[in-house]
């Protein structure tokens, strides 16, 4: 039996999940990101500084567990919104016996992938 960690390309790796998993702010993050939020609204939201939440985010998105979901305009900057993708996630062996991590993404999530605002 192999313990190696599975990835293709539509499969997370693993160890970025369990990684991602395992921090309490990333957990938090999650938590709160039920619909689109900029870095600065998901800091407000978990009283976080702004460095931490672009470095969870980061390891977020390096797992598949949130994604850029469009962004909101103002004047000529247009700022990146980010929501949790993901209803249910499940580990286990696939047939050659290796660890696999498969995410099941959020149905909702195209809804707001094209979501702009201009003020």
């Not at 313990?3 to 790796?13: G, I, K, M, R």
């Not at 693993?14 to 990101?33: F, K, N, Q, T």
């Not at 390096?62 to 949790?84: D, F, M, S």
């Amino acid at each position: 039996m192999s313990l190696e960690f599975s990835s293709s390309d539509d499969t997370p790796d693993l160890e970025c999940v369990i990684d991602a998993l395992d921090d309490g702010d990333c957990r938090e993050i999650i938590a709160v990101l039920e619909e689109p939020m900029t870095v600065h609204e998901v800091a407000e939201a978990t009283d976080r500084p702004l460095s931490t939440i672009y470095r969870k985010l980061d390891a977020l998105s390096e797992a598949g567990l949130v994604e850029e979901a469009g962004g909101v305009r103002r004047g000529r900057h247009q700022k990146t919104r980010y929501v949790a993708n993901l209803e249910r996630i499940s580990i286990g062996f696939d047939d050659d016996n290796e660890l696999r991590v498969d995410v099941d993404h959020s149905s909702d999530l195209p809804l707001w992938s094209d979501v702009t605002q201009e003020f």
